[in-house]
């Protein structure tokens, strides 16, 4: 006795069992973590990630808290000024905090003598000289540069974190601590305060993910509900297939649980994906059974003939599915990867859900009064008829449209706007906008200037070399101002030459430049060092670049353009690409799309080969090809049309797709050739009957989709509702595709063959 055979002997057995189970696999969710780490995005290969790993090792990692202070009138008055400096004390007592900067306790040196003095700009909370002080920063190109706005409407205190690798929610301590600060910080008088930085960036993320599933996937609950009511037209159909989607999505969330994954924030996509994907199964299962009970058959002889004549079909389409998505598989992204295998876990569970669980409770439930709208068929006649007729005309001009659209896949261009993931609904997509225009831009480019020997920083050619290439880099565009050793020495040699402007110059000789450096380290404060810009060995310093908002693809180029500029123009270094999280996650989208387009081509000839199979036939395998490459091309072509970018979130839509978009040419063509084969039909009847057993399955299978993929859209983080918006895309012109192409194609390809004799 087979599966199918016991569900249907034993229903209520069946239905337990089945209940029992998918509960259990579902408790596991408790056990699902979720890390807003963004390295996760970078395998342990990553050769950028390596380069950035280096740099850390050598002079820290960066991880920041940032509390920028947005000023009513001016950031020099006192109120703004008292509360900059208790925001930078507060951040030394934030967890995790190994330094905290601002203006309050920027190191300004002046000369006493032959000495030199190092102290914080206010020392004293109680006094402070607003004057003073505007005279320092006028007079600090540190300051001036990053930490307070030109207009004086803004400033900020730094906060580096030192994270550590074992505790996963490190990150999440260090801002809930912040929110905390900026709760019970003292504003009055001076404006408000912001939280942002990369560690709270963050947590934004992770935030922005779990605001989706709590809003989205329940939207797309309610939506895929009431569609499927409205087309079936039976409520207990709807609520059959709703409690199956929701013991898939159950299950597969917490088998990952039960396998102790930590998941990353594409996870939050898996609910919505899987969700919709389900319902295909149990649509195709159900309607069938509706149309059979239509016709005059019992509830019992319903059940079996749709069962016989979708269990292929479903299966095929759900292996074509797991293809599809494990080809991610292939992504240069871990967490891609992660998603990949967790929709694939899901399709499996759905499968075995919908031919079990699903026919059992098929068998209990008293069949609906009424199946007009399946029994009828006559719209599917109309519409097959309609396609029949033309169908020489719907190839040539489909063809057309498809070279036509197609072509402008090559407008898409491969790049990442990280700065763009959150919309104005978040707020530090506002703290990115205000640093970007008032602090010196958001991103930030690290040289490691190396030579490879032991105290050569202190050659005057090395620090002159560093000069050239701040000033080369002054006149690129983006590019508002750089940080580096030239800069501290400039500094020094002009406070140790009582601060004479004329003297912001570099030392002359090498003599200087180590007494200056021995100097300064020596004035500065208990806690304070220079180890986040020297080497311990003296031979390496760290030279940061930075860039207002812009798109990878710019980011990249100006690395290039450095580079040969440093080779060409810097004998002393040793040119190495720039790196920081910008760059890495510059370099990705090209290294994902890369071997997501070997992912696509190995899942396209595996997929194509079981279609030959599972049809019997290499000209029906060849014939879906165009079918299950078409809409994906169409959906690219149109995206380049109406946007012109491609991103890591929007690349592996290919891959997801493909699986998806196959099931509607399998159901199609599986009926088509059903009707040949078995019934003995011609092309033209063979058609008829493929659209009025499956026609209205594939409408709503579609529009379920397209519904809940389209959801996504309303999200307020950019990567969610843009490969929302590319899947239905996709999916809604799969259909397209599949009612005025491939029939048109079956149609040419079977004219000059014989008709098969019924079996």
């Known amino acids: 006795m087979n599966i199918l055979e016991f569900s249907l002997r034993y229903p209520r057995i069946t239905l337990i069992v089945s209940l029992v189970v998918a509960l259990v696999l579902g408790a596991g969710m408790h056990r699902l973590t979720v890390t807003t780490d963004l390295r996760v995005y970078f395998s342990a290969d990553n050769p950028q990630l390596a380069s950035l790993v280096e740099l850390e090792e050598k002079y820290r990692r960066n991880e920041s808290i940032f509390f920028l202070v947005k000023a009513e009138r001016s950031i020099y008055e006192p109120a703004c000024l008292r509360l900059i400096y208790d925001l930078t004390e507060a951040g030394w007592q934030l967890p995790f905090a190994f330094r905290s900067s601002s203006l309050a306790n920027y190191q300004y040196s002046r000369s006493d003598g ?61 801002v809930s601590a912040s929110r905390t600060v900026i709760a019970n910080a003292d504003t009055a008088g001076c404006g408000q305060i912001i939280l942002a930085g990369s560690a709270t960036n963050s947590v934004a993320l992770g935030e922005a993910v779990r605001d989706d599933i709590r809003s989205l996937v329940v939207l797309s609950y309610i939506a895929i509900a009431l569609g499927l009511l409205l087309l079936l037209r039976s409520l207990w159909a709807t609520l059959l297939t709703m409690l199956v989607i929701s013991l898939t999505v159950g299950a597969t969330m917490g088998i990952f649980g039960w396998l102790g994954y930590l998941l990353s924030p594409t996870a939050g996509f898996v609910p919505s994906i899987v969700l919709t994907i389900a319902v295909a199964d149990c649509v195709h299962i159900v309607s069938n059974y509706l149309i059979e009970l239509g016709q005059g058959r019992s509830k019992d002889e319903a059940i079996r003939e749709s069962l016989r004549i979708n269990l292929s079909p479903v299966f095929i389409t759900s292996i074509t599915t797991a293809i599809g998505v ?98 104005k609904h978040f707020e530090i997509r506002h703290a990115v906008d205000v640093i970007d225009d008032q602090l010196g831009g958001i991103h930030r480019i690290y040289y490691d200037m190396e030579t490879g020997l032991a105290n050569a920083i202190n050659d ?62 020596l004035s500065l404060p208990l806690g304070e060092s220079i180890d986040n810009l020297i080497d311990q060995d003296r031979s390496a310093t760290r030279f940061s670049v930075a860039v207002r908002k812009t798109d990878s693809e710019s980011l990249l180029e100006l690395d290039r353009r450095s580079v040969k500029w440093l080779s060409e123009n810097a004998p002393n270094l040793d040119a190495r690409p720039g790196t920081g999280l910008d760059l890495v996650f510059a370099h990705i989208t090209h290294r994902n799309i890369r071997g997501l387009l070997v992912g696509t081509a190995i899942a396209l000839v595996a997929i194509s080969i079981l279609l030959m199979l599972a049809l019997r036939s290499v000209r029906l395998g060849l014939i ?88 996504l859209t309303l999200s307020n983080f950019t990567p969610t509702r843009e490969t929302g918006g590319l899947l239905a895309l996709t999916i809604g012109l799969a259909l397209a595709v599949d009612f005025l192409l491939l029939p048109p194609l079956l149609l040419v390809a079977d004219s000059r063959l014989k008709t098969p004799k019924g079996s």
């Open 460 to 521: 005057p050619a090395y620090a002159q070399q560093l000069e050239s290439f701040s000033q080369w880099l002054t006149d690129q565009p983006g590019v508002t101002h750089t940080a580096g050793l030239h800069t501290t020495l400039k500094l020094l040699n002009r406070a140790l030459h009582d601060n004479e402007e004329d003297q912001y110059q570099l030392p002359k000789t090498r003599g200087a430049i180590a007494q200056f450096l021995l100097l300064y380290e």
């Open 624 to 711: 879906s090809l165009l079918p299950n490459l078409a809409p994906a091309a169409l959906a690219y072509g149109f995206w380049g049309m109406f946007v012109g970018h491609i991103d890591l979130a929007l690349s592996v839509v290919i891959c997801m797709s493909l699986g998806i978009v196959v099931d509607d040419t399998v159901h199609f063509v599986s009926k088509y050739r059903r009707a040949r084969h078995e019934h003995g039909l011609s092309p033209a009847d063979g058609i008829r009957y493929a659209f009025r057993v499956v026609g209205m399955a594939l409408v709503i299978t579609s529009v379920v989709l397209f519904v809940g993929f389209g959801i």
């Open 114 to 174: 032959d000495t030199l003095v190092t102290r914080a700009v206010i020392e004293d909370r109680d006094s402070i000289d607003s004057n003073a002080i505007r005279q320092i920063v006028a007079s600090e190109p540190p300051i001036r540069e990053s930490l307070v706005a030109s207009n004086a409407s803004v400033s900020g205190v730094v906060v580096l974190l030192a994270l550590p690798e074992t505790r996963s929610n490190a990150v999440d301590e260090a």
């Open 326 to 423: 494990l080809s991610l598989n292939l992504s240069d992204s871990p967490p891609y990867r992660d998603l990949g295998n967790m929709v694939a876990c899901g399709v499996g569970v759905a499968f075995i859900l919908s031919i079990t669980m699903l026919p059992a409770a098929m068998k209990i439930v008293p069949p609906p009064r009424r199946a007009w709208l399946f029994s009828s068929g006559q719209q599917a006649r109309t519409l097959a008829d309609w396609i029949i007729v033309r169908h020489k005309l719907l190839l040539v001009t489909g063809s057309l449209t498809l070279i036509i659209v197609a072509s402008f896949i090559s407008r898409n261009e491969l790049t990442e706007n990280w700065h763009e993931y959150f919309t």
